[in-house]
Structure formats: structure tokens, C-alpha cells
């Protein structure tokens, strides 16, 4: 059963527009949401991180939008790069634990 | 890579037979993870460790062992190699508990025949 349901599984945008990628969980007692950026032959970097003290969080260009009563979160890419292509991963943990529940992935490609 | 090391990189084994993936960090991080990722399943834990010879379970350990004898070294052996253990394995390591950052290798590419 995966904890992490994520869509879509892939994602093509053009450059310069606004990539969305989306995450649900049912487990209420998750408290800390990462999402990790991979590149091929690469493992996982962590990218941005929120926590649902707060609905929104921005680092550059990157966004997390968090919605604790839909348990819903989403991660939004502005400006999007050819840069940007990799494969995107939301995760879900709760604090203390040492289980890190990830999404299938999203397979984002920016055209130039 | 937050200075982990994963070694093999690249295996070819047959069915049946063990096969040990070995993480070796420089950053003397108290944790360590293994995860395996698949297309359709993204990462799964696989075992986790605490500190030295504290280890436990994840969600997928059935056919896989762990030790850890040295704070640097966490080992993942394979018993008896299957099939479906053909996967990409990823160390991880955190200074504290997985809520908090964790840095990933770049990975063990394992095929079994």
C-alpha cells in the first residue's frame, strides 16, 4: 500500500512555464515533507522541505504548497529550465521515525 | 555526495547466490539507511541503522541482512540472490532521525540473472 501517492508520473512543460507536481497521504501523523530531486545515475538530493506548521514555503524558484485538511501537498517549479529535468520525488515522515515514505516519482522535461 | 561511498556500483550476479553492497561515509553520521528503488514503487526502506550494531527492519526486508560493525560502514547482504532483488539500492545517511536531512549515495545498480 503506498503511503505517498503522487502525480502525475510524468510531466512535460515548455521553459519559462510552471511545473506542478502533486502529493496526497493518509497518514495524519506524518509531520515533515521533503521533496528530493534526481538526476539519472544520481541518488535523491534533497530540494525543499515543509513542515504543515505553515501552508506555503518558497525557496527560489521552487514552491511547496500544503494542505493539511485535503492532506494534500504539491510542489511548484516557476520559470521552469531545461535544467529542472529529473525526476521528482514528495516523501512524508513522522518525526522521530525512521521510515521515509516516498511518492513513485515524477519524470519532469522542460523544452527548450 | 555528502561523502558516501557505495561499492559495487555495477553487479551481474546469478540467482542463488549472496551478494554483499557495502556504504561507507566520511561524515561520521549516527544513521544509515538502505533503500531499493523500482519504477512504479519509488524508494523503500529496506533497513536501517542506529549506531553502531543497532540496526532494524523497513518495509521490504525480507532477503536482506545488514550489519554495522564500524560508525563508517554499513553493509547489505543478499542471501540468496532473486529475481525480483534486481533494483537500484541507495545508501542514505542523517545525522539524527529521518525527519530531518538525508543525504543519498549515488547508488548500486544490481541485476540478477
Known amino acids: 500500500q503506498q503511503q505517498v501517492k503522487q502525480s502525475p508520473q510524468s510531466l512535460i512543460v515548455q521553459k519559462g512555464g510552471i511545473s506542478i507536481i502533486n502529493c496526497a497521504y493518509e497518514n495524519t501523523a506524518f509531520d515533515y515533507f521533503p521533496w528530493y530531486q534526481q538526476f539519472p545515475g544520481k541518488g535523491p538530493a534533497l530540494l525543499i522541505a515543509i513542515r504543515p506548521d505553515v501552508s506555503e514555503k518558497k525557496e527560489g524558484r521552487f514552491t511547496i504548497s500544503f494542505n493539511k485538511s485535503a492532506k494534500q501537498f504539491s510542489l511548484h517549479i516557476m520559470d521552469s529550465q531545461p535544467g529542472d529535468s529529473a525526476t521528482y520525488f514528495c516523501?512524508?515522515?513522522?518525526?522521530?521515525?525512521?521510515?521515509?515514505?516516498f511518492g513513485t516519482g515524477t519524470r519532469l522535461t522542460v523544452i527548450p | 555526495d555528502a561523502g558516501i561511498t557505495q561499492s559495487p556500483r555495477h553487479k551481474v550476479t546469478e540467482t542463488g547466490t549472496p551478494v554483499t553492497l557495502r556504504c561507507h561515509q566520511t561524515e561520521n553520521h549516527r544513521y544509515m539507511y538502505w533503500y531499493r528503488q523500482d519504477p512504479g514503487h519509488g524508494l523503500r526502506l529496506i533497513h536501517y541503522?542506529?549506531?553502531?550494531?543497532?540496526?532494524d527492519k523497513g518495509e521490504v526486508s525480507d532477503g536482506y541482512s545488514v550489519s554495522r560493525s564500524k560508525t563508517e560502514d554499513f553493509l547489505l547482504t543478499l542471501e540468496s540472490a532473486t529475481s525480483s532483488q534486481t533494483s537500484v539500492y541507495f545508501c542514505?545517511?542523517?545525522?539524527?532521525?529521518?525527519?530531518?536531512?538525508?543525504?543519498f549515495g549515488e547508488g548500486s545498480w544490481l541485476t540478477v540473472v
Open positions: 542514505a545517511i542523517s545525522e539524527s532521525e529521518a525527519g530531518n536531512t538525508i543525504y
Open positions: 516523501a512524508a515522515v513522522k518525526t522521530g521515525a525512521n521510515n521515509l515514505f
Open positions: 541503522s542506529y549506531g553502531v550494531k543497532d540496526t
